[in-house]
Structure formats: C-alpha cells, structure tokens
C-alpha cells in the first residue's frame, strides 16, 4: 500500500529556506482545527487542544487505512496566530495571543468519514478538547515564508523583518493570519534544531479586497 506523505508531494510548501523569505502559492487543504487563546507554554486548554488534534488525526489515518485501504503520513502540527493588538505577537506577549491549532487532512477523506473517526476517537478517550474540534477548509493562495531554525522565542525579529522589510520592499501588504507549521517536536528536539516554517498569506499593496 502506497502512503501519501503530503510533505513530500508538496516539497516547496514545506522546505522554504532558511534565513531568507520567499513566496509561493498554496492549494486549498482540509484541516482538524480546535480555537484557543492563551500562552501555548502554560495554558491548559493549548495542551488539551494539541492531545485531542492528535488523537482524532491518528484515530482518522488507521480508519482511513483499514476501511479505505489508503494510508498516509500524519501531517505536522501547524498554528495560526494573532492578537487584538498584532504587536503583542512580534513582542512575544503570549498571554494575550489566540490560536487555532490544526492538523491538515488528504483530500480524499470525506466529512463523514471524518466525523466517524472523531466519534471513534472520542469513545476510546474523553479528552476535554474533543466537543471544540472541527472542520474546514483553508485557502491562503499567495503566501510569503522562510524556515526559522531555532527556538519559538526567537521568532521575533525574524517576523519584524517579514512585516517591516521584505513586505514593504516587494509592494506586498498581510491579508490573513500568520501561520506556524512545526517540522520538529520540542520533546526530543534541542531548542537551537527546532525547524519551523513562518508564513505570511499575502496580496499586492493596493489591491482591493474581495
């Protein structure tokens, strides 16, 4: 049985360089998504959202492989982010941040589908987060991004450069919200290792919204 690795099918969106931003356009993907706010380091409700995204993604690949007979890779934990005032984001105040927490699904698992793996998931673990899940789908379309190597906290200076130099310079101005896909687990990662991707959905300056 072939496994679909969405990472592989999709190198570009997932391998940006490092120290430098770049733009690429990104296909619409489904996702399990929970909604939160809160300092994801000490907030209880950031830690039960991120166990029940995983019990649910994991619950849906075993059925998706067994009923379906289509295996797959368990996509990377991904997050966007914001904040009333966007410079408690840059400044790292992470009391005041919101968030939704997801996990992308193929495209060839239904919502019905889903919603059985999320009732199977629940009948073998009550977790608190599970009655907050849900679907949808995220269309970003143009986005600007660079791998940031290192730990979460030094993202700021990275995101400054984004907003104040790299937008300006090339006529583009944020459209959605930013956007955090994490390719190393901070369990057994050193901070200085941790690879995550900073994106940025964006438009032309000047470009009316639709």
Do not use: C
């Not at 999709?10 to 120290?19: E, M, T």
């Not at 619950?59 to 289509?70: P, Q, V, Y």
């Amino acid at each position: 049985m072939e496994k679909l690795d969405l990472r592989k099918l999709h190198k570009r969106l997932y391998g940006p360089p490092a120290g430098r931003f770049e733009t690429v356009d990104v296909p619409p993907f489904n996702y399990l998504m929970i909604d939160g706010e809160g300092d994801p380091n000490t907030a209880a409700e950031y830690r039960q959202a991120v166990e029940a995204l995983y019990s649910a993604a994991y619950t849906l690949k075993f059925k998706s492989k067994t009923a379906l007979g289509r295996d797959y890779v368990v996509p990377p934990l991904e997050g966007l982010w914001w904040s009333d005032d966007m410079e408690d984001f840059v400044a790292r105040r992470k009391d005041r941040w919101k968030w939704t927490m997801m996990i992308a699904i193929p495209d060839f698992i239904d919502p019905p589908f889903v919603d059985a793996a999320i009732a199977a998931a629940m009948k073998k673990k009550a977790l608190p987060a599970f009655d907050r899940l849900y679907v949808e789908r995220l269309e970003e379309g143009r986005v600007a991004q660079t791998m940031h190597i290192g730990p979460y906290d030094d993202e700021g200076p990275v995101l400054r450069r984004l907003h104040e130099e790299f937008l300006p310079e090339n006529g583009l101005r944020p459209t959605g919200k930013h956007h955090e896909i994490y390719l190393g687990d901070p369990r057994k990662t050193a901070p200085e290792k941790l690879k995550t991707i900073l994106r940025q959905p964006v438009e032309r300056a000047g470009q009316e919204l639709v």
